[in-house]
């Protein structure tokens, strides 16, 4: 809706392929689109990367697929894969080298709301929350899992809000309105965490090719405690 009122696509800043968010007719990102034709190596690449490819196994063009492939493959939702469906769309916005429009295969993704795990101590993160990505990362083989391809989402665990309560004034024993209990969330602690796994264009590969550093929870402690019941019951 808001491309057909006008609302161009928006090529994200980040990234080493063409990204585009999207949004609806009150300016609200909404989705993320990701042109085949546009991925690193690929001939409309808007960033200049000619690169033979980012990693191996997977040939340029071939990435978006694999986003689509991460989404079906999350049984019931358990590591919580954003919604993507592959799609065909056409617009000015998109990098097309000035040759006439058509309409670019691609990938497109429902937009989340969120931080980035690289802004957060990993300790804050709930063991399952990092036992449902390590587990989605060694199915799907994903050899692109740094923290800044997970999201995080957080959610106070509960707030006080301010109220005036009334209370003796010092010294006068006249009763007066005092602001009390102003306690209102400061601490890290007073969240609960949740992480959203994107960027899965280098899952999948033709050949295995996955490095320690390619997996962000490798070395955090999470990943060293043993799945919930909740976590093996999905396994099974």
Not at 38 to 45: D, G, I, R, Y
Not at 141 to 150: H, I, T, V
Request: charged share 25%.
């Amino acid at each position: 809706a808001g491309m057909q009122s006008g609302v161009e696509p928006e090529l994200a800043v980040d990234g080493s392929g063409g990204t585009y968010f999207l949004r609806n007719t009150n300016g609200e990102k909404v989705a993320c689109f990701k042109p085949a034709d546009e991925e690193p190596s690929a001939p409309n690449n808007p960033r200049g990367i000619t690169l033979a490819g980012l990693r191996d196994g997977v040939l340029p063009g071939e990435a978006v697929e694999r986003e689509v492939a991460a989404f079906i493959t999350d049984t019931d939702g358990f590591s919580g894969v954003p919604e993507t469906i592959m799609v065909e769309m056409a617009h000015p916005a998109f990098n097309y080298q000035n040759k006439p429009m058509y309409a670019k295969k691609g990938s497109l993704q429902r937009f989340v709301r969120a931080d980035c795990a690289s802004d957060y101590a990993p300790h804050l993160f709930p063991v399952d929350e990092v036992h449902k990505v390590g587990i989605l990362d060694l199915r799907l083989l994903n050899s692109d899992r740094n923290d800044a391809n997970l999201l995080v989402s957080r959610v106070l665990k509960r707030q006080e809000s301010h109220h005036l309560e009334p209370t003796n004034a010092a010294g006068s024993g006249r009763p007066t309105n005092r602001l009390r209990s102003c306690s209102l969330a400061s601490s890290p602690t007073d969240f609960e965490y949740h992480l959203i796994p994107i960027d899965h264009g280098y899952c999948l590969p033709d050949r295995l090719q996955v490095s320690w550093c390619d997996l962000c929870w490798l070395d955090w402690p999470q990943s060293r405690q043993p799945f919930s019941e909740r976590t093996k019951d999905w396994v099974r």
